[in-house]
């Protein structure tokens, strides 16, 4: 018996049973309703550590708030690449949604020399026209989430949903932080983890129920 034979799955065999021991898996106490519940465990199934569930943290309404948005057919900014290739095309394409990024572009690279600062805070600047509204994902630079959440203290932009889930160090859990201080509808990772692959879950799932029609009641008061 081959490798592929002794332990492939098809596709929808795999996301079945790959559900099912992430919910075995999870901590006891989380208190969550269906949909933030389905959201978080599309994280942990990305990042393979059912751990991360006890910093995964919803504001209230975030995810109604991220279906709405989804559903009137705004753009998903990402802060990199990355979080973009991440996202499922096919739910993008059945939704009319479009993503946006500009971290490799000529112009970011230009400005980020003109105003001294990292491509991730240029970037995030470059498409400050495009985030009114938008749904924006930023799984990598910390830089990013706090030039985004500058730009909404100061009044120019007002995303619909932050999903706020970079990694590292050096600004990393102090840019969450920041975030679950701020007015706007986040979903995050409280502290150093996180990640593209995090950020790109949340949308896709995001995508999902809205595609599905799973829209939760005013409040999300329903719990798992």
Same mark, same amino acid.
């Given at each position: 018996m081959s490798l592929v034979e002794k332990y492939a799955l098809l /596709?929808?065999?795999?996301?079945?049973e790959s559900l099912k021991m992430v919910e075995a898996s999870l901590p006891g106490g989380l208190s969550l309703s269906k949909t933030e519940h389905y959201v978080m465990c599309r994280i942990v199934r990305a990042e393979g550590d059912p751990e991360i569930s006890l910093d995964v943290e919803f504001s209230e309404g975030a995810?109604?708030?991220? !279906?709405?948005? =989804?559903?009137?057919?705004?753009?998903?900014?990402t802060?990199?690449?990355?979080?973009? %290739?991440? !996202? *499922? $095309?096919?739910? &993008? *394409?059945?939704l009319g949604t479009n993503t946006r990024c500009q971290i490799d572009? $000529?112009?970011?690279a230009e400005r980020a020399i003109q105003e001294r600062t990292t491509r991730s805070v240029a970037a995030i600047r470059e498409l400050s026209p495009h985030l009114n509204g938008a749904v924006? +994902?930023?799984?990598?630079a910390p830089t990013?989430? &706090?030039? =985004? =959440?500058? &730009?909404v203290s100061e009044g120019l932009v007002r995303p619909a949903l932050v999903v706020g889930? /970079?990694?590292?160090? %050096?600004?990393? +859990?102090? *840019? #969450?932080?920041? =975030?679950?201080?701020?007015?706007?509808?986040?979903?995050? !990772? #409280?502290?150093?983890?996180?990640g593209s692959s995090a950020a790109a879950a949340t949308v896709n799932a995001l995508l999902t129920l809205a595609l599905e029609g799973n829209k939760p009641e005013t409040g999300e008061a329903e719990k798992a």
């Open positions: /596709p929808d065999e795999i996301d079945r995810v109604t708030t991220g !279906i709405a948005a =989804l559903l009137s057919g705004v753009d998903v900014v802060d990199v690449r990355m979080v973009e %290739v991440g !996202i *499922s $095309r096919a739910l &993008l *394409s059945k572009t $000529r112009q970011v924006v +994902a930023v799984g990598n990013a989430l &706090l030039a =985004l =959440l500058d &730009l889930m /970079p990694v590292g160090y %050096v600004a990393c +859990a102090e *840019s #969450k932080e920041e =975030l679950t201080r701020s007015d706007v509808p986040y979903i995050t !990772i #409280k502290g150093r983890r996180g």
